[in-house]
């Protein structure tokens, strides 16, 4: 069974920092994705930064470009989501999703393919 558990949320002022974290268990297969997602109330859920595991690439969409980095500690199957610069625009329900393949990942931010396991999500609020 495949376990995705986030945590790091809450309340930040504009212009502050979070750090997400996302831990997986039960991942079998040496390819795989973490993505980070977000839903804002009234609004669909989006992804907004992914990491593959076949080759380290990143994406961000261009709405976290440069304030927000993915990265990981892979000897404990840990993710994180480096949140700086944060705008009350942010504010959300962060998810981290895994997927995992049998064969290398090259494009982690096709979001409807390959993202299977959900974590519970994580309240992020940034006040106006």
């Known amino acids: 069974e495949v376990r995705v558990v986030e945590s790091g949320g809450g309340l930040v002022r504009p212009g502050g920092s979070l750090r997400l974290s996302c831990t997986t268990s039960g991942l079998i297969f040496g390819d795989h994705v973490i993505g980070w997602f977000r839903q804002a109330p009234g609004k669909e859920r989006e992804g907004i930064s992914c990491i593959s595991s076949s080759d380290g690439k990143t994406y961000y969409v261009d709405s976290v470009k440069g304030r927000f980095t993915i990265s990981s500690d892979n000897a404990k199957n840990t993710w994180f989501l480096q949140m700086n610069y944060l705008k009350p625009e942010d504010t959300a329900v962060y998810y981290c999703?895994?997927?995992?393949?049998?064969?290398?990942?090259?494009?982690?931010?096709?979001?409807?393919?390959?993202?299977?396991?959900w974590g519970q999500g994580t309240q992020v609020t940034v006040p106006s």
């Open positions: 999703a895994a997927g995992e393949s049998t064969t290398p990942i090259e494009d982690c931010s096709r979001w409807g393919i390959f993202y299977d396991y």
